[in-house]
Antibody, heavy 120, light 107 residues
Framework: QVQLQESGPGLVKPSETLSLTCTVSGGSISHYYWSWIRQFPGKGLEWIGY???????NYNPSLESRVTMSVDTSKNQFSLKLSSVTAADTAVYYC??????????????WGQGTVVTVSS | DIQMTQSPSSLSASVGDRVTITCRASQSISSNLNWYQQKPGKAPKVLIYVASSLQSGVPSRFSGSGSGTDFTLTISSLQPEDFATYYCQQSDSTPRTFGQGTKVEVK
């Protein structure tokens, strides 16, 4: 059974960089797309972007200038960095898998989510 | 970006009721529409993908239909464990976008 687990600081100061890692267990990180999705306190969901196991990325244009994703296939992990955070970035951050068997795309496995609060 | 609009935002229903939730896309997305269920404190869970395909392990009382811009999620006979929030999500193009959610509450 594939499992995803987010890790990283739960509190980040304004203007600093949010850094999260997602560890994949029970399956390989290869041959899938791996996304970061966040959910705001009002419950809306926003897709941040995805990274393919090869390292290619696709970011949400609304966040593209602040987002960097990376993948480490040797550790079965992928990561998110979001720079210059503000209180508006406070959310639950999820990592999720997209099996991406074209043209079928959906999120079939999700991490449990990690709460990130931006506050001084 | 493709905007996804769900209706209603919330509904009250009883166990055994037939429940229908609709999702409209701001432009045609073919059948590239997925449905998720979310319970408090948990991650969303996929129910239906590409509009009408039932995810493995999901009860058959859940069904999806539609194409183009208009889609429907139906729960044929609501069960106690189905009280939750439901989201649609388009996978036709990036950025992927979600509906605002429909909360199914106890009547």
């Amino acid at each position: 059974q594939v499992q995803l687990q987010e890790s990283g600081p739960g509190l980040v100061k304004p203007s600093e960089t949010l850094s999260l890692t997602c560890t994949v267990s029970g399956g390989s990180i290869s041959h899938y797309y791996w996304s970061w999705i966040r959910q705001f306190p009002g419950k809306g969901l926003e897709w941040i972007g995805y990274i393919y196991y090869s390292g290619s990325t696709n970011y949400n244009p609304s966040l593209e200038s602040r987002v960097t994703m990376s993948v480490d296939t040797s550790k079965n992990q992928f990561s998110l960095k979001l720079s210059s955070v503000t209180a508006a970035d406070t959310a639950v951050y999820y990592c999720a898998r997209d099996p991406a068997v074209a043209p079928i795309y959906y999120f079939d496995y999700w991490g449990q989510g990690t709460v990130v609060t931006v506050s001084s | 970006d493709i905007q996804m609009t769900q209706s209603p935002s919330s509904l009250s229903a009883s166990v055994g009721d037939r429940v229908t939730i609709t999702c409209r896309a701001s432009q045609s997305i073919s059948s590239n529409l997925n449905w998720y269920q979310q319970k408090p404190g948990k991650a969303p869970k996929v129910l239906i993908y590409v509009a009408s395909s039932l995810q493995s392990g999901v009860p058959s009382r859940f069904s999806g239909s539609g194409s183009g811009t208009d889609f429907t999620l139906t729960i044929s006979s609501l069960q106690p464990e189905d009280f939750a929030t439901y989201y649609c999500q388009q996978s036709d193009s990036t950025p992927r976008t979600f509906g605002q959610g429909t909360k199914v509450e106890v009547k």
